[in-house]
């Protein structure tokens, strides 16, 4: 796998479709970007895919939709691999706003101007009325910007938890699409979540296991039947074991990338 693929777009809860793609991580695996279109009686975009497959992206999209009747983009955070679409996106749909944080607008503004009109401010505990549905910003225990929220949809009982909950998967996983993390071996699965936790979220090693637990408890009361990561195979019915495997996650070795040597010898094997 030499760059990112696009692998369509499949219904993974009622009115929820997965736009799915794949990326390599050099060294490390591969690593599955969703985004997730919420076919409500005003659509919504969760979050926007990569950069390097913007025209991939809005292909699939409009395989679901047309862009234009959009009203709503919700970014988790602003990390390139959720915003990749989101500047063409805003041109395809005008009445669209972006749906954030305050801290996540001042990051956005410094890369994407954007007049103050076209977002949408809300908080964790805090829900945007989207027509036939609440959709509640929630905190997340794991994370790796600071303006991260996830989105829990009452009506189809989904969880969209942005970063937490990923997985690098081996580079088998790469070229296909994987509809459901069931199909993916379990001890796949426990070691991708593993290297994910301590590459994305290395701080968690220092949190207390009081405090991390009471944020896991906090995101069981939400019982989703589908917990939607940006960064995993969507699963159904596995909150629980999901999060234990987090908690055994953040006490892994911290991740140390290669240096300037090893990169070099990596360029020289490749």
């Keep these: 796998m030499n760059g ?3 692998h369509g777009a499949f219904t993974v809860a009622p009115n929820v479709s997965c736009v799915s793609s794949t990326t390599p991580v050099p060294g490390l695996g591969v690593l599955p970007v969703n985004a997730f279109l919420v076919e409500a009686s005003e659509p919504v975009l969760v979050d926007t895919g990569l950069p390097a497959l913007v025209d991939e992206t809005i292909s699939v999209l409009t395989t679901r939709i047309d862009p234009a009747d959009l009203r709503w983009i919700w970014l ?3 990390d390139a691999d959720h915003v990749g679409a989101l500047e063409k996106l805003l041109t395809l749909a005008p009445n669209a706003r972006v749906v954030t944080n305050y801290l ?3 990051k956005l503004s410094m890369r ?7 977002f ?5 505990g805090q829900c945007l009325d989207v027509g ?3 959709l509640r910003a929630v905190a997340l225990p794991s994370y790796d910007a600071p303006e991260t929220m996830g989105v829990f949809d009452a009506t189809s009982r989904a969880l969209f ?6 997985a ?3 580079d088998a996983y790469g070229a296909t699409s994987i509809e459901d993390v069931a199909s993916i071996d379990s001890s796949s699965v426990v070691e991708g979540l593993s290297k994910w936790t301590m590459v994305d979220a290395p701080w968690l090693a220092g949190v207390s296991d009081s405090t991390f637990r009471g944020s896991l408890v906090e995101l069981g009361r939400l019982s989703p039947e589908h917990v939607l990561s940006a960064h995993l195979p969507p699963a159904h019915g596995k909150l629980a074991w999901l999060s234990e495997q987090l908690d055994r996650a953040r006490r892994s070795d911290p991740f140390v990338g290669p240096d300037q040597s090893a990169l070099e010898a990596m360029l020289s094997a490749a």
């Design 104 to 106: 996540g607008m001042g």
């Design 112 to 118: 994407t101007p954007l007049p103050p009109e076209r």
């Design 76 to 78: 988790t955070h602003c």
């Design 120 to 124: 949408y401010l809300i908080n964790p």
């Design 161 to 166: 938890s942005s970063d937490c909950f990923g």
């Design 132 to 134: 036939d549905r609440q």
């Design 4 to 6: 990112p693929i696009s």
């Design 168 to 170: 690098l998967l081996d």
